[in-house]
């Protein structure tokens, strides 16, 4: 089959999936109109920066803009394929939110023209790509859009599902080297989509269809958060019984067939501490092991707190005032080593123990410069400073300034160590 040659990507949301994505477009001379609607963030692309951490990023928007092949806006414009990659929460009941979805779809709708192609990226609950051709018929009905079973003449928009899978802190290598679902609504679809994603993408495309690659994408990662609940769980039973988790885990995983991962503080994240969510939501009666391990892994912040808030009390019970006592919270990002913030148990953990102490708090996240708002009256401090001043130090990030200070953390009486840096050979 002929493949379709793309000139023109409009790439609508910026952030941690968007923006590399539009720059990897953008690297292979494709002309790319990234579209946000967040202002400050598109004044800092047009100027060839970047408002995320993301290594090696930096320099490839540099020369996609410098080169003239990348620039943003806060208006969709006309393209021949549009990829939304927009977030996808959950409301308070963990209902998905398609919120973001709908605005892009309706945001670009005025300006598709046929023969364009329209991608779903953000992940999604089962029926997104769905719902998303409904509300964009509901605005263009001059045009036909796929239904599954559909006639390639039969369709002006070609559209499909494509999930991401990439890792942050290597999500330009992976972007490139992972192989990538390709769900079209028709064969016709995944065509024309696996076409767009050849201009950069070496792995493998596997072709599918729209509700499995949804599927695909949220089984993914609730099987990782099956794994991290199995692995939180056994360091609150170990807590429990006396037994060090961190020996624990390192013995059993000498079975040839065993492979546990490491426990931590939560899961954060707005894939694997989210999409879980949405296969419960769909079918709350069949997923009982996925709703466990959610409710596992979503427990282990209040966990965390309650060790924090001890090793405060039995400071309080030598006689020292709650209110002189100073509290060191090591990491806010939901993993280690870059900024994103989240779905962050770390953060969630520190806004509780501000929110319901009166010992003095300060952080350190060598990642961000600035203290999200929740917590921007506490010092933002550098790690060595909060581990000589603290009484009580929670690590709660396993960020490699804190690996290098593991010996000065083993030396202090009064440490929570949620991610074994004390077990760190």
């Known amino acids: 089959?002929?493949?379709?040659?793309?000139?023109?990507?409009?790439?609508?949301?910026?952030?941690?999936?968007?923006?590399?994505?539009?720059?990897?477009?953008?690297?292979?001379?494709?002309?790319?109109?990234?579209?946000?609607?967040?202002?400050?963030?598109?004044?800092?692309?047009?100027?060839?920066?970047?408002?995320?951490?993301?290594?090696?990023?930096?320099?490839?928007?540099?020369?996609?803009?410098?080169?003239?092949?990348?620039?943003?806006?806060?208006?969709?414009e006309p393209a021949d394929a549009f990829l939304i990659a927009v977030p996808t929460p959950f409301k308070d009941n963990h209902e998905p939110d398609l919120a973001y979805v709908k605005a892009a779809a309706e945001s670009i709708a005025p300006v598709l023209s046929k023969g364009n192609t329209v991608i779903l990226e953000s992940t999604s609950p089962v029926g997104a790509t769905e719902a998303m051709i409904e509300w964009l018929a509901a605005a263009r009905p001059d045009l036909r859009f796929p239904v599954p079973g559909a006639?390639?003449?039969?369709?002006?928009?070609?559209?499909?599902?494509?999930?991401?899978?990439?890792?942050?802190?290597?999500?330009?290598?992976?972007?490139?080297?992972?192989?990538?679902?390709?769900?079209?609504?028709?064969?016709?679809?995944?065509?024309?989509?696996?076409?767009?994603?050849?201009?950069?993408?070496?792995?493998?495309?596997?072709?599918?269809?729209?509700?499995?690659?949804?599927?695909?994408?949220?089984?993914?990662?609730?099987f990782r958060d099956v794994n991290i609940a199995f692995a939180n769980e056994l360091s609150l039973i170990s807590d429990k019984i006396g037994i060090d988790v961190w020996e624990l885990i390192r013995l059993a995983n000498h079975h040839p067939r065993v492979n546990i991962l490491q426990p931590g503080c939560g899961v954060g994240g707005h894939c694997i501490a989210v999409d879980p969510w949405f296969i419960v939501d769909k079918t709350p009666e069949q997923a009982r092991l996925i709703r466990s391990a959610r409710e596992v892994n979503d427990s282990k912040p209040e966990w965390v707190c309650e060790r924090i808030r001890a090793e405060v009390a039995a400071l309080v019970a030598t006689g020292k005032p709650e209110q002189e006592i100073k509290v060191a919270v090591l990491g806010l990002a939901f993993k280690p080593d870059i900024d994103d913030l989240r779905e962050s148990p770390a953060l969630h953990i520190a806004e509780k123990i501000a929110a319901g102490s009166r010992a003095q708090l300060m952080l350190s996240e060598p990642n961000v410069e600035q203290l999200p708002a929740s917590l921007a009256k506490f010092p933002l401090v550098a790690p060595s400073e909060a581990i000589a001043n603290a009484d009580v130090i929670a690590v709660l990030v396993k960020h490699r300034p804190f690996v290098e200070l593991a010996q000065q953390l083993r030396d202090h009486s009064h440490v929570i160590d949620a991610v074994g840096i004390l077990h760190t050979r």
């Open 1 to 76: 089959m002929l493949q379709h040659k793309v000139k023109s990507v409009s790439v609508i949301g910026l952030g941690y999936i968007g923006l590399p994505t539009a720059a990897m477009f953008a690297s292979r001379k494709v002309e790319v109109i990234g579209v946000d609607i967040n202002q400050e963030a598109v004044d800092i692309i047009n100027q060839g920066r970047i408002h995320i951490v993301e290594p090696d990023l930096d320099i490839i928007v540099h020369a996609a803009v410098t080169e003239g092949y990348l620039r943003a806006t806060t208006k969709a």
């Open 151 to 222: 006639n390639c003449d039969e369709i002006d928009i070609h559209v499909a599902y494509c999930p991401e899978r990439v890792l942050p802190g290597r999500v330009v290598t992976e972007l490139i080297e992972n192989d990538r679902i390709i769900g079209g609504m028709t064969p016709a679809c995944s065509q024309r989509a696996a076409d767009i994603y050849r201009v950069f993408v070496q792995g493998q495309l596997l072709f599918s269809n729209a509700r499995t690659a949804e599927m695909a994408k949220l089984t993914e990662n609730a």
